[in-house]
């Protein structure tokens, strides 16, 4: 075989490891949302209480521990369930409260919808035109670091206003998440489906909840 087979070869392999990894990735996507929406709609129609920011923060890190430390299993798979089902849970009281309010379920309609259009439209960009968005991750990590720092700020001293600048801050950082993930996945630079799973889940949890949260301090404002 010589030089330009054996290329050849090596970038049909390639091609197909990358395709290999998005099908299992969106696969597994798709289960986590279905799983997510049961435990979010049983929180609902329960009424179950918010577990609390520091309680969810610290299931939020162990589970995301125990999902990188055992990304190459079956336990993986059952821990990356236990994530989104867990926020799923936590979605309940926010539903709640939206659906309380003039017009909830246009409200919860149009942030699922505009999630849903966020998601395609950037994922759908980087498939189609297979750019490399390897550089947002700087800005990303900066702005997540920036984020975080603020929301512990904001659980001490309660500002409205900082909670809103949080939101409109993390829609635009959520959809560079989602396309600098895609990007990582068709370009060979994340093999793991679950991490890539979980990345992109977490991407679209935190749209539809800062969409959400916008759409119902506007509706407030009215």
Do not use: C, W
């Not at 290329?7 to 949302?33: H, P």
């Not at 699922?112 to 259009?117: C, I, M, R, V």
């Not at 720092?149 to 989602?178: E, G, H, K, R």
């Amino acid at each position: 075989m010589n030089d330009r087979s054996q290329m050849y070869v090596g970038q049909q392999q390639v091609a197909g490891s990358v395709n290999k990894v998005l099908r299992n990735t969106y696969a597994l996507l798709a289960m986590t949302l279905a799983f997510s929406a049961v435990t979010a709609t049983i929180s609902t129609m329960m009424n179950l209480p918010y577990p609390g920011f520091f309680i969810t923060l610290i299931l939020y890190v162990g589970l995301l521990f125990g999902i990188h430390k055992t990304k190459d299993s079956a336990m993986g798979i059952v821990l990356t369930f236990a994530l989104t089902g867990f926020l799923g849970y936590t979605l309940g009281p926010l539903l709640n409260m939206a659906l309380q309010m003039p017009g909830g379920g246009e409200m919860v309609a149009t942030a699922l919808g505009g999630t849903a259009l966020t998601f395609f439209a950037t994922s759908g960009y980087v498939l189609s035109t297979k750019k490399d968005m390897s550089k947002l991750g700087g800005l990303i990590t900066a702005g997540i670091i920036m984020v975080v720092v603020a929301m512990l700020a904001n659980f001490f001293f309660q500002m409205p206003a900082l909670q809103l600048a949080l939101s409109a801050i993390m829609i635009p950082l959520m959809a560079m998440l989602i396309m600098y993930q895609t990007s990582e996945i068709i370009h060979g630079g994340e093999r793991n489906y679950i991490l890539a799973t979980v990345t992109l889940y977490v991407s679209i949890y935190n749209l539809f909840v800062n969409l959400l949260t916008l759409l119902m301090a506007f509706n407030g404002d009215d």
